[in-house]
Nanobody, 119 residues
Framework: QVQLVESGGGLVQPGGSLRLSCAAS????????MGWYRQGPGEKRELVAD???????NYADSVKGRFTISRDNAKTTVYLQMNSLKPEDTGVYYC?????????????WGQGTQVTVSS
């Protein structure tokens, strides 16, 4: 299995910045597509950003221009740089790793890290 550990969450004022990190346990990290998901109180978990094994990125419309996802395969770590934070960005952020073979989906989740944007 791939074990994922998120860090970097916390309390920040609107307009501030945070950088989330997700460290993976396996050296084969480079073959996985990685993503960040957010779940607000009483809400469903939804995609914020993802990055493929080849480095292609995708963002939810609500965070385009403010958030940047990146990966460092040598460190087996994926990052989410969050700038110009808004109260609606508040939620638990989960790291996700996915790999599709021809017959099986490998899908792993971290424990989540809380991000609270409040004045």
């Amino acid at each position: 299995q791939v074990q994922l550990v998120e860090s970097g969450g916390g309390l920040v004022q609107p307009g501030g910045s945070l950088r989330l990190s997700c460290a993976a346990s396996r050296s084969i990290f480079s073959i996985y597509d990685m993503g960040w998901y957010r779940q607000g109180p009483g809400e469903k978990r939804e995609l914020v950003a993802d990055i493929t094994s080849g480095g292609t990125t995708n963002y939810a419309d609500s965070v385009k221009g403010r958030f940047t996802i990146s990966r460092d395969n040598a460190k087996t770590t994926v990052y989410l740089q969050m700038n110009s934070l808004k109260p609606e960005d508040t939620g638990v952020y989960y790291c996700n790793a996915r790999y599709y073979s021809s017959t099986y989906l490998h899908n792993y989740w971290g424990q989540g890290t809380q991000v609270t944007v409040s004045s």
